[in-house]
């Protein structure tokens, strides 16, 4: 350890690679064209490199078990013996390809015969990284069933590096997961604890000095029962000789569960100071008089620079209280952000100016420490100042213009100009539509072809007029397909689209891209989200192009495409320096210009999709209102300016709307497409209690999976919602966009519908 009293600290660093080597290997792995070997090598390095690299840059608490080859949550399953019957497990320590197989339902070189239903996955917290979930009833026991947090120690000893070993908290651990209705999953805490105890012991058999235990449900809200059994666990575990205990809590506040929090009897806690920035001073006075607190002032979900003077006067006010009990660090795990700006070229040296990915998070951490003791140069401040000032006033982020019209929104630009029936009534003249109108989410198949499009008119191998003529034959085709099958509200297939935020972040002023800023979303799918940086507007139409070309070569309504504010948002990295709230309102109304462009261009359907409506409520109930007042509003926002002939989709990918189903209907589209097929009409129970007032069509075609399905089934389906909806406000479309799917199922799966859709509009005429 260094000879700063104050010291630094990681709680969790990309595990990834710099060069994405964890998913090459893994995937190849899974493939069969590499060993099991050489995939471990491959997590060795990387392991290696990271704590090489926080080393050097000068942290002093370095993690271990951080890394995973899918995720922190499996690896604590594996580790506790947690596996479902259905993988087979034989009892024994638990190997790579037992956690590939509960990850994926497929164990690695099996035959796909020998496959079952995987675990399932679901969000951790309000992140875009996806855990997966684990499972529990009153009869699971748990095992020590797993070494890799020991080996992992073990490794990083030999580097000659003593690390903090990292593990989820048995209270996380457990109410994250999922068991029988009913029951209390920290019920098995007295049959969890013993194996906690024993990894400590061994952990400290080994040399470690401290052990991270994450207790990130500090940021839910938690009953005093289970405050209570928190508390008692770690009255217990805090016994275990030999090795010290941090707790950390991260992504919100503590509100009603601080003074547990704080006194919770352990050597050290760390808090989420970017969320929870009010809370620091009343934590730090509650923890008593031995304890170390890690302060986590620097954002570690986002990839802004850090304010130093903002985090100083934190620090400092800390520091005044605790002395220097104070340990400097990141907000959460680094895995939220991109590894390095170096291996950005192209963004543009301003830009970068005001960035920081985790590699640059680990200087920022060391200076930041070095202000505080007073070892590091004022200069390092006064550079940091520039940059954070020049952000302030920036011509490039803040816009007159657009601030002005955000200003000039009012209540009546938020609604449409007559009520749905009215509205209703003039789009059913417009329209023409049967009953129990077909149509598609949007994206049809994205073949190799039409990547390959895309990616040679990025590169220049071919021209703009060439790219345009190839992208016209395959909406073309893509008509005359819809046409065939007998499809009612057409579209044009996204086609030009590689994704369905980077598309619109691309035409969009006020956002940038990196080359390799990648992070996990979940085992080896990686994203690469925009970076919103500045003042949002539309310099010209974004979609109308195409839209008002495929319009033309059809008499049925074209439905235009959309992405909707909310999930812009969700899914890029959103300015620091405002609201999320208020960089959705800039958004919406660069939408609403594309909105106005469509209808001007005649397009009679527009649907704006918000998949991530749902996954953006915060995680404290008590804020879930003020969020869906400003979601809703901004949705609305962008769609109100249309005529009531103009029909509005939306479109989101869940069925859980039971607690929000009066926020989705007060989005007031016309017509609401849903998943549902997979959950077999669960969403419909919502209706049962509340009369959804417009248009909507129950997904009955589930995309995720290759199946083809059976007439049958979709006009079983559709007669279940026809039994809690009026028939006439029935649409039938599949469950979302078509993208990731083959043409040949896509066609059948189709036809399948349409006849569906046939056969219910000839039952509703017989009993009519
Ligand atoms: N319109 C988009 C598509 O069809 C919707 C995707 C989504 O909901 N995730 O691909
Ligand atoms: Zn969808």
Not at 30 to 39: D, F, M, Q, R, S
Not at 733 to 739: A, E, I, M, Q, T
């Amino acid at each position: 350890m260094s000879v700063h009293e104050i010291k630094t600290k990681v709680l969790g660093y990309p595990r990834i690679g710099q060069e994405r080597q964890l998913k090459k290997a893994t995937e190849s792995y899974w493939k069969g064209e590499i060993t099991l070997e050489a995939l471990k090598q491959a997590g060795q390095q990387i392991r290696k490199d990271n704590w090489l690299k926080q080393k050097a840059a000068g942290i002093d608490f370095v993690p271990s078990n951080d890394f995973s080859y899918y995720d922190q949550m499996l690896d604590m399953s594996c580790l506790l013996g947690n596996v479902p019957a259905r993988f087979q497990w034989d009892g024994k320590t638990i190997d790579l390809d037992t956690l590939f197989f509960m990850a994926r339902g497929l164990r690695p070189g099996a035959t796909a015969k020998s496959t079952t239903t995987a675990c399932e996955m679901t969000k951790w917290f309000d992140t875009n990284y996806h855990y997966i979930v684990p499972e529990y009833s009153a009869s699971t026991n748990f095992t020590l069933s797993s070494t890799k947090v020991f080996d992992e120690f073990k490794e990083a000893k030999e580097l000659g590096i003593v690390t903090v070993p990292v593990l989820i908290g048995p209270v996380t651990y457990l109410l994250l997961g999922k068991g029988p209705t009913g029951f209390d999953p920290l019920s098995l805490l007295d049959k969890l604890l013993p194996v906690y105890e024993d990894i400590l012991k061994r952990l400290s058999a080994l040399g470690a000095e401290w052990v991270q235990i994450d207790e990130p449900v500090f940021a839910l809200d938690l009953t005093g029962r289970q405050l209570e059994t928190i508390k008692k666990t770690y009255e217990r575990l805090s016994k275990t000789a030999g090795v010290k205990l941090i707790v950390a809590t991260y992504f919100g506040e503590l509100r009603a569960n601080l003074q547990t929090f704080a006194q919770l009897p352990v050597a050290a806690l760390h808090i989420d100071a970017v969320r929870g920035t009010g809370e620091v001073t009343e934590v730090a006075r509650s923890i008593g008089g031995q304890k170390l607190l890690s302060v986590g002032v620097i954002d570690g979900r986002n990839i802004w620079k850090n304010d130093f003077t903002a985090s100083l006067e934190i620090l400092n006010q800390t520091k005044s209280i605790i002395g220097a009990r104070l340990i400097v660090s990141p907000s959460c795990s680094l895995i939220h952000t991109p590894i390095t700006l170096d291996q950005e070229p192209k963004l543009d040296a301003e830009l970068k100016n005001w960035m920081a990915f985790a590699e640059q998070k680990l200087q920022e951490l060391v200076q930041l420490r070095g202000l505080l003791d007073g070892t590091t140069g004022k200069d390092v401040l006064a550079a940091n100042s520039q940059a954070i000032s020049s952000r302030v006033t920036s011509k490039r982020i803040h816009k007159e213009e657009v601030a002005k019209r955000v200003k000039a929104v009012q209540q009546k630009d938020l609604n449409r100009a007559s009520a749905f029936p009215q509205r209703r009534a003039v789009q059913i003249n417009r329209l023409h539509l049967p009953l129990f109108p077909t149509t598609t989410i949007g994206s049809f198949p994205q073949t190799t072809e039409v990547r390959n499009l895309r990616s040679q008119w990025k590169k220049n191998a071919i021209d703009t007029k060439q790219y345009e003529a190839a992208m016209e034959a395959e909406i073309k085709r893509c008509v005359e397909i819809q046409h065939e099958i007998g499809i009612d509200m057409l579209v044009h297939g996204e086609f030009e689209r590689n994704d369905m935020v980077e598309y619109f972040g691309e035409q969009l002023e006020g956002f940038t891209f990196t080359a390799n800023g990648w992070v996990q979303s979940y085992g080896s799918r990686y994203v690469k989200p925009p970076v919103i940086f500045g003042d949002v507007y539309r310099p010209k139409p974004m979609t109308v192009r195409w839209s008002a070309f495929a319009q033309t070569l059809t008499k049925k309504p074209m439905k235009g495409m959309l992405t909707g504010p909310v999930t812009i948002s969700q899914w890029s990295f959103v300015r620091d320096d405002q609201p999320r709230s208020q960089t959705v309102k800039q958004i919406a109304l660069a939408i609403r210009d594309e909105v106005l462009d469509l209808e001007k261009a005649g397009i009679a359907a527009i649907q704006i999709d918000e998949p991530a409506l749902r996954e953006g409520l915060p995680l404290r109930k008590q804020d879930w209102l003020a969020y869906l007042r400003w979601a809703v509003d901004a949705f609305r926002l962008s769609c109100s300016g249309v005529k009531d002939e103009t029909q509005v989709h939306t479109h989101m990918c869940y069925a859980q709307f039971n607690d929000i189903i009066e926020a989705i209907a007060d989005l007031d589209a016309d017509v609401i497409s849903v998943e549902t097929s997979r959950s077999n009409m669960e969403l419909l129970g919502a209706f049962e209690s509340f009369r959804y007032p417009n248009e909507i069509g129950p997904g009955v075609y589930d995309i995720h999976s290759p199946r083809v399905p059976e007439t049958a089934e979709m006009v079983d389906l559709l007669t279940k919602a026809s039994r809690v909806l009026p028939a006439e406000h029935i649409w039938v479309n599949p469950d979302c966009g078509l993208k990731t799917r083959g043409w040949p199922e896509v066609k059948q799966a189709l036809k399948n519908m349409v006849a569906a859709a046939q056969q219910m509009r000839t039952r509703v005429k017989v009993l009519s």
